[in-house]
């Protein structure tokens, strides 16, 4: 893929993954939106659209299984729920840095041999972590925060899951599937009808675009990114989150959030950084 290409895909992933924290918060804080009701029509309309590009790739979105959907719905209810209190860059934040940590953190604490710049790193992460949620006026809601890290644990898992199929958009399809019926449970348990057609409008859009379009990109430009490329240039996510929530939504920056995002970012920089050099291509 020509670099120009590559570089304009994959800065336009990134800004679909952010995407989703801003229109996740102006559906429910701005239109007051239910979250049961944005995340049934986000898995939906996502998996619509992959459905769709499996279909006009002439494959059947067929693979996938029960617990890459529960995983998938797991994610996207605590992703929803959370953000009833949270910003859209602190949300951003905590959802990386539980992502991070879930994928990264095993190894390390397992015992495995690992550049001295790894467990720096670690430890520099969970410091901002703490820093972040330490009690105090600008610290996040507790409830929010915790289903946060649960969205980013689960997220976690379910990545590690979808990469065991062979064709990762056909897995995401049936992921998506099979995760639209948990969701209409939760909605019909817990949801409320009452919206407004830009709510509705900001859920399509998480799901059809920044889920559905910005996984099946994400999943076009990994081979030619490398492992280590592809983890440091999602840095990137929970900045342009915070800046799309500064202009968008009125959001301001603490210093406590400053502190903790460069710890958060810094540390998991250190870590990806230590990897020793395989030369592998993610796939």
Not at 149 to 176: C, E, K, M, Q
Request: one cysteine or more; hydrophobic letters at 55%.
């Amino acid at each position: 893929m020509p670099l120009p290409r590559l570089l304009s895909l994959t800065l336009l992933t990134l800004m679909a993954f952010a995407a989703n924290s801003v229109l996740c918060r102006l559906a429910l804080f701005e239109e007051r939106m239910d979250p049961a009701l944005f995340t049934l029509l986000r898995l939906t309309s996502g998996a619509l659209v992959l459905v769709l590009l499996c279909g006009a790739r002439q494959k059947s979105p067929c693979q996938g299984d029960w617990g890459g959907a529960l995983a998938l719905i797991t994610y996207g209810a605590a992703f929803s729920f959370s953000y009833l209190t949270l910003t859209a860059g602190t949300g951003a934040l905590l959802l990386f840095a539980a992502v991070q940590l879930s994928m990264l953190a095993p190894p390390l604490l397992r015992g495995e041999a690992q550049p001295r710049r790894q467990w720096l790193g670690l430890l520099l992460a969970i410091a901002g972590l703490v820093v972040l949620l330490l009690p105090g006026l600008s610290a996040p809601d507790p409830l929010g925060a915790a289903l946060m890290i649960v969205a980013g644990i689960a997220w976690a898992g379910y990545t590690l899951r979808a990469s065991r199929f062979a064709d990762p958009v056909a897995a995401n399809a049936g992921h998506f599937l099979r995760a639209s019926l948990p969701a209409a449970l939760l909605y019909l348990l817990f949801g409320q009808l009452q919206t407004s057609p830009a709510a509705i409008g900001y859920a399509l859009a998480s799901g059809a675009l920044a889920s559905g379009l910005g996984y099946a990109l994400w999943y076009l430009v990994l081979p030619h990114l490398g492992r280590t490329l592809a983890a440091s240039v999602q840095l990137l996510v929970p900045l342009l989150a915070a800046l799309a929530g500064l202009i968008w939504l009125d959001e301001s920056w603490s210093l406590r959030l400053v502190l903790s995002t460069l710890g958060i970012l810094g540390g998991i920089a250190l870590v990806i950084a230590g990897r020793p050099p395989s030369g592998e291509k993610s796939s």
